[in-house]
């Protein structure tokens, strides 16, 4: 991003597609560029329309999946004794639950 920053040209908005995808619309489980995404990002900064809804909303199913799973095992946690025993869950699109 540093790179292509600040020099307005088409690079640079595609780099900042690029990154915003991979961050906010198809988070990953580290903070770079998916691959994946620039074909999208190219595409976005020429204009074309690109339904992101059923894939942001595939990635909400499988966070919520997750965290129900999660839920679920608390009852268990309950019975182990130990009062300050955490759950922790770290859902990708939501952050930390």
């Known amino acids: 991003m540093k790179k292509f920053m600040g020099t307005w040209s088409d690079i640079e ?21 998916v691959q994946a995404v620039l ?13 992101l809804a059923p894939a942001i909303l595939a990635s909400i199913y499988i966070d919520l999946a997750l965290l129900k799973e999660n839920i679920a095992v608390l009852p268990e946690l309950d019975n182990c004794g130990d009062e300050d025993q955490v759950l922790e ?7 930390e639950v």
């Open 39 to 51: 074909p999208t990002a190219v595409q976005l900064s020429r204009g074309t329309r690109i339904a």
């Open 89 to 95: 869950i770290t859902i990708l699109g939501l952050g």
């Open 13 to 33: 908005h595609e780099a900042f597609l690029a990154l915003w995808l991979s961050r906010y619309v198809f988070p990953g489980s580290s903070c770079v560029i």
